[in-house]
């Protein structure tokens, strides 16, 4: 048992020392999370955003899409002192099959970083 705890410390202390180390261009510019991936329409869903610290980070783009229904948010970020992290909710939102996109943009609107994810409300 209490290998079985040292094991399971060890390798928690192996994957953040690696998850730490290198330099900025190793990490990605932004991570996104998206909750519920299902979940009965109406539903809220909820999208977290941490951003890399960065002097071109210009905008935080979110956008929800049915192909029927359509949710977005543009948060605008001021560079490298912008915060590093973002949530945006969602209330309400009607049964469909959603691509959530998250998009970090430099200052001429070009996406530095981006992450898709897709989550189904049923109706």
């Excluded at 009965?40 to 960065?54: K, Q």
């Excluded at 029927?68 to 948060?75: A, D, F």
Aim: aromatic letters at 6%; one cysteine or more.
């Amino acid at each position: 048992m209490i290998a079985t705890i040292a094991k399971r410390i060890t390798c928690a202390v192996l994957i953040g020392a690696l998850a730490s180390s290198g330099d900025a261009a190793g990490r990605a510019a932004l991570q996104a999370r998206v909750w519920p991936a299902v979940a009965f329409a109406p539903a809220t869903v909820r999208i977290e955003v941490l951003i890399e610290t960065d002097g071109d980070n210009r905008a935080l783009r979110i956008v929800a899409d049915s192909g029927e229904h359509l949710r977005s948010s543009t948060i605008q970020l001021d560079g490298a002192r912008a915060a590093r992290f973002y949530s945006v909710v969602y209330r309400g939102m009607p049964a469909g099959h959603y691509e959530i996109q998250v998009e970090l943009l430099d200052p001429r609107d070009t996406v530095r970083a981006i992450e898709r994810h897709w989550i189904d409300l049923v109706g």
